[in-house]
C-alpha cells in the first residue's frame, strides 16, 4: 500500500458520525477506557479504581444473592414468589452488567469480575465459611457437589 491510501483509513467512511468513538475489539491494559457508560472512567485514574471497585464489589453482591436462601421453604405463597422473583430479576441485572462491563475488553475489569465471582464465592458458598450440612440448597440446580 502507498502512502496515500494509509491516510484514507482514519477518515470517516460515508454513513459513519465522524464524533464516534471506536472501541476495543481484543483485550487491553489501560486506565483510558468506557465502562458501562460514554466516557466512564475515561482518563482519570481515580475513576479507572473506583469502576475497578465497582465491578468487584458488583461480582461479589451477585455471588451472595444467586447463592442464599431468602425464604424458608413452604408451603405456595403469592408474596414469597413475588419476592422471589423481584430477586432473581435483580440478580439477573447485576450479572448482566458484570458482563458489559468485562465486554469493554479491559484486562482490569475481567480481571476483578473473575475475582468478585470468586471472592464472593469463597465467602457465600465454599465450606471454608459454611458448613455444607446446615447450608444445603435443594433447589439449586447449578450445584458443584454432583
Not at 10 to 39: C, E, Q, R, Y
Request: hydrophobic share 50%; charged share 10%; net charge neutral.
Amino acid at each position: 500500500m502507498d502512502d496515500d491510501n494509509m491516510s484514507d483509513m482514519n477518515k470517516p467512511t460515508a454513513g459513519m458520525d465522524p464524533n464516534m468513538v471506536m472501541t476495543h475489539m481484543t483485550f487491553f491494559w489501560s486506565k483510558n477506557a468506557n465502562i458501562l457508560f460514554s466516557d466512564w472512567p475515561g482518563t482519570h485514574t481515580g475513576m479507572y479504581v473506583l469502576a475497578l471497585v465497582f465491578v468487584f464489589v458488583l461480582s461479589i453482591f451477585v455471588e451472595r444473592i444467586r447463592h442464599c436462601q431468602v425464604m424458608k421453604p413452604g408451603p405456595k405463597h403469592l408474596g414469597v414468589g413475588l419476592i422471589q422473583t423481584f430477586l432473581h430479576a435483580l440478580t439477573t441485572a447485576m450479572a448482566f452488567m458484570v458482563m458489559l462491563a468485562v465486554m469493554s475488553f479491559n484486562v482490569g475489569i475481567f480481571l476483578v469480575a473473575v475475582a468478585g465471582h470468586g471472592m464472593g464465592f469463597l465467602l457465600f458458598r465454599s465450606r471454608v465459611f459454611n458448613d455444607s450440612d446446615t447450608k444445603s440448597c435443594p433447589h439449586n440446580v447449578c450445584s458443584l457437589s454432583c
